[in-house]
């Protein structure tokens, strides 16, 4: 089993910053994609931004220039920087990651999610 620990959430104004972390307990598997989803109250969850294990990312269109995502392989640890926030990007943030196991049959991917941490952005 892979558990996916978050941090960084918390209370912020329009307009600041906040640093989401999240890294993965196990070392022994290969972990691919990486990225961060968000679900607002009443919303379905959403893609915020992705990142492969070679470092190409994609971002959700509304947070685009505003977001960046980065990852460390050594440390199965991925980021998501958060500049220029808005009351919109109140959400609770996941955590995602696809891991690779590989079986005496051949490998498979598994996604794994972190357990969430909430952003809120009011002044």
């Known amino acids: 089993q892979v558990q996916l620990v978050e941090s960084g959430g918390g209370l912020v104004q329009p307009g600041g910053s906040l640093r989401l972390s999240c890294a993965a307990s196990e070392s022994r598997f290969r972990i691919n994609a990486m990225g961060w989803y968000r679900q607002a109250p009443g919303k379905e969850r959403g893609l915020v931004a992705a990142i492969t294990r070679g470092g190409s990312t994609n971002y959700a269109d509304s947070v685009e220039g505003r977001f960046t995502i980065s990852r460390d392989n050594a440390k199965n640890t991925v980021y998501l920087q958060m500049n220029s926030l808005k009351p919109e990007d109140t959400a609770v943030y996941y955590c995602?990651?696809?891991?690779?196991?590989?079986?005496?049959?051949?490998?498979?991917?598994?996604?794994?999610w972190g357990q969430g941490t909430q952003v809120t952005v009011s002044s």
């Open positions: 995602h990651a696809r891991v690779v196991i590989s079986w005496a049959r051949g490998p498979d991917e598994y996604d794994y």
